[in-house]
T-cell receptor, first 114, second 113 residues
Framework: DTGVSQDPRHKITKRGQNVTFRCDPI?????LYWYRQTLGQGPEFLTY????????KSRLLSDRFSAERPKGSFSTLEIQRTEQGDSAMYLC????????????FGQGTRLTVV | AQTVTQSQPEMSVQEAETVTLSCTYD???????LFWYKQPPSRQMILVIR??????QNATENRFSVNFQKAAKSFSLKISDSQLGDTAMYFC??????????FGTGTSLTVIP
């Protein structure tokens, strides 16, 4: 296992289009997190999963955003009707359950909405 | 609500010197963890060091150590013998009992040869 992988690494889309990102976590990790990071800011929490269950969603996550982890393995994050304000780096991380366990991050998907 | 504050947007240090990055946090929880993550340019974030709130002894990892002041809610990172490869963004993070992470805005560290 080579760590958390995200696909694609870069995505340029026109405003109003839908985009979908994929995250493959470390195989034995049951926790999976999605974060959004804009330039000069730290990662902002969007949502996380315990196995296939989505346990929490941030208020940042508007109705245009949806995330799934259908079999408790990989996850997808979809943004519908993209807006320029959605331009950001979308980070995925995974961890084991338990306080203090390290979150391992992917390299992110950089979204540019034009 | 948990908040993490990093008041130093940018810092620089001469190679081989020591630098300290500051972090404060706010929480009403009693049991939590604190982390420092490093994000090199165009690369993914990696863990530098972590500290459990119940442990009074400050964590150390080779050249990296923390100064954890629980009462003051302060968690600074000291990097000794700075190396060029330490150039990166450094994020302080808080994890609550649900292992939900909250990050600061980061400090951009440049090591000058």
């Amino acid at each position: 296992d080579t760590g958390v992988s995200q696909d694609p690494r870069h995505k340029i889309t026109k405003r109003g289009q839908n985009v979908t990102f994929r995250c493959d976590p470390i195989s034995e990790h049951n926790r999976l997190y999605w974060y959004r990071q804009t330039l000069g800011q730290g990662p902002e929490f969007l949502t996380y999963f315990q196995n296939e269950a989505q346990l929490e969603k941030s208020r940042l996550l508007s109705d245009r955003f949806s995330a799934e982890r259908p079999k408790g393995s990989f996850s997808t994050l979809e943004i519908q009707r993209t807006e320029q304000g959605d331009s950001a780096m979308y980070l995925c991380a995974s961890s084991l359950t338990g306080l203090g366990t390290e979150a391992f991050f992917g390299q992110g998907t950089r979204l540019t909405v034009v | 609500a948990q908040t993490v504050t990093q008041s130093q947007p940018e810092m620089s240090v001469q190679e081989a010197e020591t630098v300290t990055l500051s972090c404060t946090y706010d929480t009403s929880e009693n049991n939590y963890y604190l982390f420092w993550y490093k994000q090199p340019p165009s690369r993914q974030m990696i863990l530098v060091i972590r500290q459990e709130a119940y442990k009074q002894q400050n964590a150390t990892e080779n050249r990296f150590s923390v100064n954890f002041q629980k009462a003051a809610k302060s968690f600074s990172l000291k990097i000794s013998d700075s190396q060029l490869g330490d150039t990166a963004m450094y994020f302080c993070a808080f994890a609550n009992t649900g292992n939900q992470f909250y990050f600061g805005t980061g400090t951009s560290l440049t090591v000058i040869p």
